[in-house]
């Protein structure tokens, strides 16, 4: 079965560094997300890009974010001064968005650790 | 605003007993309504969804959710509860339009005694 798959796994950074987390989102798919969840909160909807640009994005993601396509099958998340609140784990989502109602598929998460 | 609300963080159920995990959102519209549920340290994996149609919409692991457009509510049941079902459950919403992103709610975290 296809699936979302995100690498590392597991990130830890210092503090201002700057980190890419990346993502290779089901083969077909026309939507892609990322999505935060702070350790104990909801998962929080970050950015959506469709067609090779931001469709949508939310308060969190400022100018410190950046996401980019940079080939036919990644899909990355920049942030590029990491603060310690970033810490969180970081969901890579799809979405065939055609042909009908579908649902976003997720990855299963890197967790970036900033100290 | 959407948004979604799940009113009980925590709920304890006994092996075999009956779930219903609570899910109420506010839209001015019908929107495409989810169920995902995460295990400890994993990703999220979609357990039932509605669109339209038949309230009462079946998904994976034996769970059901049912669509109430007056309560403004989408609760999830499971008519016995395994150990293995133990897990965060989140209810997500999405204004129905294909690829918007989801508003999740802040998750239940259902523990199953024995």
């Known amino acids: 079965e296809p699936e979302v798959t995100q690498t590392p796994s597991h990130q830890v950074t210092q503090m201002g560094q700057e980190v890419i987390l990346r993502c290779v989102p089901i083969?077909?798919?026309?939507?892609f997300y990322w999505y935060r969840q702070i350790l104990g909160q909801k998962v929080e909807f970050l950015v959506s890009?469709?067609?090779?640009?931001?469709?949508?994005k939310s308060e969190i993601f400022d100018d410190q974010f950046s996401v980019e396509r940079p080939d036919g099958s990644n899909f990355t998340l920049k942030i590029r001064s990491t603060k310690l609140e970033d810490s969180a784990m970081y969901f890579c989502?799809?979405?065939?968005?055609?042909?009908?109602?579908?649902?976003?598929?997720f990855g299963q998460g890197t967790r970036l650790t900033v100290v | 605003a959407q948004s979604v609300t799940q009113p009980d963080i925590h709920i304890t159920v006994s092996e075999g007993a009956s779930l219903e995990l609570r899910c109420n959102y506010s839209?001015?519209?019908?929107?495409?309504l989810f169920w995902y549920v995460q295990s400890p340290g994993q990703g999220l994996q979609l357990l039932l969804k509605?669109?339209?149609?038949?309230?009462l919409v079946q998904g994976i692991k034996g769970f059901e959710a049912e669509f109430k457009r007056s309560q403004s509510s989408f609760n999830l049941r499971k008519p016995s509860v395994h150990w293995s079902d133990a897990a965060e459950y989140f209810c997500?919403?999405?204004?129905?339009?294909?690829?918007?992103?989801?508003?999740f709610g802040k998750g239940t975290t259902l523990s199953v005694s024995s």
């Open positions: 083969s077909n798919h026309l939507y």
């Open positions: 890009f469709y067609n090779n640009e931001i469709s949508e």
């Open positions: 509605y669109f339209s149609g038949d309230t």
């Open positions: 989502a799809s979405n065939l968005g055609q042909g009908g109602i579908t649902e976003a598929f």
């Open positions: 839209y001015g519209a019908t929107p495409y």
């Open positions: 997500a919403v999405a204004p129905n339009q294909a690829g918007t992103a989801l508003i």
